[in-house]
């Protein structure tokens, strides 16, 4: 199940309990005692700038599926949020001893050097992202995308119902969201359900995926669940849905949302799902989310935005949707597909 520990950190008494998640969810993940140590450090330094910077924030621990669905065992990632004034300057921001408030910390160069992977959106006006993730060894080798996500569970649960989840299966990279009807364990376990039954049939097309995930989910609340998978070598993407979920396509500048079949997978299958087949490019970006997000919600906007860590892209994605007055009413989890970026080997 979709275990998160959503760490509120208004005040430093919460920069403990972001440490303490930190360490647990490494337990979870399986990460030695090194890396441990190396993940409750940046969750210190995270949760320590929220206060420093942004009047406070969020941090969102949790064991996530490797960005290139490679292997089972996940990686941990640990993503600080906040509506605060945002980074001007994100490269100075990266450079080991950088401080704006004359304060000795760990620094954020000291968490990227530390972390597998290391991102930071600095919006001005909007608010900052920064995300770390710390891969399970050994690192794999690109397949032309990364995936990632973010989720968020509702009023701060400490399970969501929401599930993302990546497969790398016949050289295909598979995505999948599911939303498990309403929210809570039973929620969660129909997306559970989803994504073990995704490690099977990851070789099929999306429409058949849905197919033997609607047999999987019998007897569970079923989900709404999308599912993308990108052939590298044809440079091809697919995408299938059934049930409220929401998907949109960036290519040629501009955004276009794909669609879903109404229907829940488990409970009431649609007679026909069709896929949608697209060009998949290095200019290509495609985000899935779930109804928690607000259905007025922007999509991200940049020059940099294809090239951007997936899991950045889905927590500005968050970020940006809401508010601390607007808090969000469901759990809301938000995938990323993107290009690898034009500068790996
Ligand atoms: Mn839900």
Redesign the pocket.
Known sequence: MARVWDVPVHDSTRVRDARVAAEEAAALAGLDESRTAAAALIATELATNLLKHAGGGQVLVEAVAPPTGQGSAPALQIAAVDHGPGIADVPAALVDGFSTTGSLGAGLGTCRRLADAFGLDGSPGRGTVALARLDAPPRAPAVGARAGGINVPFAGAAYS??LWTCVHAAGLLTLMLA?????GPE?AHASTAAARELRRCAHLSPAEVLGCLDGALRGTRGAAVAVAQLDPRAGRLRFAGVGNTGARLYEGGAWRPLLSRPGIVGVHRPATVPETEVPWAADRLLILH???LPSRWVPPSGPGLPGADPAVTAAVTVRDAGSPARPVR??TAVAVLSPDPPDLP
Not at 179 to 183: S, V
Request: no cysteine; aromatic share 0%; hydrophobic share 15%.
């Open positions: 119902g929401d939303d498990g009807l309403g929210h929620a779930t109804d928690g469901d759990d």
